[in-house]
């Protein structure tokens, strides 16, 4: 099909022949030269959006604007205007709207958006917006209310009946509302779901109240809806096997195909993208579309325009995608331990969240090892049923998904919700319902702990925000949130095994982390991205990097996370096998045990990718405070405008070398000398992008003493911490409570006793 062809079939869809629909009345009297601007704005609008008049029109309005009578211009202009009308609309005197079918023939395309006018006769000279609504498209969905058993607010049998899409075009060249003149059209757009014969109920408006008695402000239309094209997905990996891809398709106003106002699981009415593997499929309308293909931080982002021809009945569309680094080829396999299937932007109704089978899915698009789906207070007794403390059977060799428990609207959630992996049992002993749990964290981290769990503080920064954003910083944060708060408490007790990290800002994160390493605690860090609450763009924002020996294992991974043998980023940026001469972090417990102070020797391959330059939108990340999203992210750290970052070593929290590294996914091997002093913990950064755990280096047996000044904050974190706290847990857990604050008490006094470094 040529262009000229396919600009005509563009037409024909936009302005089927008239049909069905009756003649509408003609307005007399109607000056010229307002009714002639305004059909200009109109014209211009339907050529933006690319769905011109023909030619032929376009002349007779040029001929009908220079009419000597300006009351037969007008005329000419509605003979021209009015077979492209869907509906004519009528405001009386008082304001009151009656609707009726038009000429232009009610024919839709599945899948596409197609446009049509609508006369408007406005005799009451309305200057409000005009509205349009119907049934048939209300919502076939309802986002989570948070409510653990919530009720089902959408019928599945009503979806079928709600199948269209609705928009009256009110951006430039037109004003968004009416203009008073007795006579003018506007752009109504509407997007079909199905194919088929469909009928809709429109319902026009300019406010409240205006509806015309009698019902007379609907008009009922029975639509031809035309099926679209399907195009099949031909998915490929580097290696040329089949694989699940992440897909962006735009058409040229940058409207987002499939439309997220009618997808339901397995695709995501919050996400622009989709995700398909090899065989899978898309309905699209013919026209020319870009697609953005992908699949996780390791990819790069391909574009591919693509043309579906009108009348093909299926095309297959065949993309290859291309990695920039394979961290599971090097045994490093990342996962996110921190998403939902149910709560914050997902579905509540007419299913409770979402199945397994479409977690897995976006695990996959993702290139996500490891997916750990949490289910927490929304959706408690519809989401709990797919734990079963394995690993789940969607799961494959390469990609493991499992389901536990965030601690997420319990009693104890004031105190910091808590992240429960590899649980053999999900609900506390002698509880059935949620408000029966502990109100405060230590007996539930403990709990967890107590049947091998590996147990940590989700979104650690949230009440831990200070005004410094330099690591370490001394501030006394107000402990006021639902992050790591209780933890200043519980790492004392060794009830948690990690702080959670890149899904709130990092200075928050890591300064109470930096603090409790500094007192010689060996808590790890690991990375989240608490989809899709604070962030639902997709799976795998945060993610831990885990070192596996052999076939992955989800036991070895979680293992991994609690032995620290791992790093934690964004997934644009690496930090790959951290050594202190020849103690790999992780392994051995992660200490080099020295008889002195000396020089060490710090080694590590890293790598990051950022895009040759810097652009609008990356410089709109870069700007912006570390308090603001995207909190951790490659574009941070770049150096100048140049395309390195900087790899830092971190001791004791502050950092004491540095090397930059061309951010071009190229893999780097770099080493530094570090003095160690005294007893210290050592760790590397691409700040703020991506950080490993911690290698503990001891100096003749010595603990790690390395801040007087952080044992002191320690300390007084404590009080805050039990000032904000109290009043939420329950009397009678208050005195246990208040003994383990105790416990913590009486330990950081002894480390800052111990200590003699500021």
């Not at 007779?60 to 492209?84: G, T």
């Not at 429109?202 to 409240?208: A, K, N, P, R, S």
């Not at 912006?624 to 150096?639: F, G, N």
């Not at 911690?694 to 390395?706: H, K, L, M």
């Amino acid at each position: 099909m040529n262009v000229a062809t396919r600009a005509l079939t563009a037409l024909v869809l936009l302005f089927p022949a008239a049909a069905t629909g009756s003649d509408l009345p003609t307005v007399p009297n109607v000056p010229r030269q307002p009714l002639a601007a305004q059909a200009r704005r109109v014209v211009e609008a339907l050529e933006m959006i690319g769905r011109p008049l023909p030619e032929a029109d376009l002349k007779r309005l040029e001929d009908a604007y220079v009419l000597d009578d300006e009351f037969q211009a007008s005329l000419a202009i509605q003979e021209i205007f009015d077979p492209y009308c869907l509906v004519g609309v009528s405001i009386n005197p008082e304001s009151r709207v009656k609707a009726q079918q038009g000429p232009a023939a009610p024919s839709l395309m599945q899948q596409g958006w197609r446009a049509f006018l609508v006369k408007v006769h406005n005799e009451a000279g309305v200057t409000a917006p005009l509205r349009v609504s119907s049934p048939n498209a209300a919502p076939i969905y309802s986002r989570s209310t948070g409510s653990p058993d919530p009720p089902q607010t959408i019928v599945p049998e009503t979806i079928p009946d709600r199948w269209v899409e609705l928009s009256m075009f009110d951006d430039r060249p037109l004003n968004p509302t009416l203009s008073g003149l007795p006579l003018e059209y506007r752009i109504l757009q509407i997007h079909s779901r199905d194919a088929g014969p469909r009928e809709a109920k429109l319902t026009f408006d300019v406010g409240q109240g205006t509806q015309d008695l009698g019902f007379r402000s609907d008009v009922d239309i029975l639509f031809r809806c035309e099926p679209g094209v399907v195009v099949s997905f031909d998915v490929r990996d580097e290696d040329g096997s089949p694989v699940m891809g992440s897909f962006l398709i735009r058409d040229h106003l940058g409207r987002v195909y499939p439309s997220p106002g009618r997808r339901l699981a397995p695709d995501f009415f919050f996400h622009p993208q989709i995700y398909r593997r090899t065989g899978e499929s898309v309905i699209l309308p013919p026209g020319t579309f870009t697609v953005e293909s992908t699949r996780g931080p390791e990819y790069r982002i391909k574009s591919k325009t693509i043309i579906v021809e009108e009348g093909a009945g299926t095309q297959t569309e065949t993309f290859e995608l291309e990695r920039w680094a394979d961290l599971a080829a090097m045994g490093w396999y990342s996962g996110d331990h921190h998403v939902h299937a149910a709560g914050c932007a997902h579905y509540e109704s007419p299913s409770e969240g979402v199945q397994p089978e479409h977690m897995m899915r976006h695990i996959l698009g993702e290139d996500l090892v490891v997916g750990c789906v949490l289910s927490w207070g929304p959706c408690w007794y519809y989401q709990k049923q797919f734990f079963d403390g394995r690993v789940h059977p969607l799961s494959t060799p390469d990609y493991l998904m499992r389901y536990d428990v965030e601690v997420s609207g319990f009693p104890s959630s004031h105190a910091g919700h808590l992240c429960l992996l590899r649980l053999t049992e999900d609900d506390y002993p002698g509880t059935t319902l949620i408000e029966e749990w502990p109100s405060w964290d230590l007996p539930v981290l403990q709990w967890g702990k107590s049947q091998g769990a590996v147990v940590g503080f989700s979104h650690s920064g949230w009440g831990l925000q200070t005004q410094s954003k330099e690591l370490p910083n001394f501030e006394m944060p107000p402990f006021d949130g639902i992050g790591a708060n209780e933890y200043i408490v519980d790492v004392v007790h060794d009830a948690v095994d990690f702080i959670s990290s890149v899904d709130t800002p990092a200075p928050y994160e890591l300064n109470i982390w930096y603090h409790t390493l500094n007192c010689g605690y060996r808590c790890r860090i690991s990375g989240e991205t608490d989809f899709p609450c604070i962030y639902g763009e997709r799976v795998g924002l945060g993610r831990s990097y885990v070192k596996v020996d052999g076939d992955l294992d989800y036991d070895r991974w979680v293992q991994g996370i609690k032995d620290g043998r791992s790093y934690v980023g964004d997934g644009r940026s690496h930090l790959v096998d951290f050594q202190v001469a020849d103690v790999a972090v992780g392994e051995n417990g992660s200490e080099l045990a020295l008889d002195r102070p000396g020089q060490v020797r710090v080694s590590v391959r890293a790598a990051a990718l950022l895009e040759p330059e810097p652009n609008e939108r990356t410089e709109a990340i870069r700007n912006r405070p570390l308090d603001q999203k995207p909190y951790w992210d490659i574009e941070r750290a770049r150096v100048g405008n140049s395309r390195k970052v900087p790899v830092e070593v971190v001791v004791n929290g502050l950092p004491v070398a540095r090397q930059e590294i061309e951010a071009d996914g190229q893999f780097n091997d770099l080493s530094f000398e570090v003095p160690i002093e005294r007893s210290s913990w050592v760790a590397l950064r691409i700040y703020p992008s991506s950080h490993t755990n911690p290698i503990f280096v001891t100096v003749a047996g010595a603990p790690i003493r390395a801040s007087r000044r952080s044992a002191e904050w320690c300390l007084k974190a404590v009080d805050q911490c039990w000032s904000q706290k109290v009043r939420n847990i329950r009397p009678e857990e208050r005195d246990a409570a208040e003994a383990a604050y105790d416990v913590a008490r009486e330990a950081y006094q002894k480390i800052l006793a111990e200590s003699d470094v500021e």
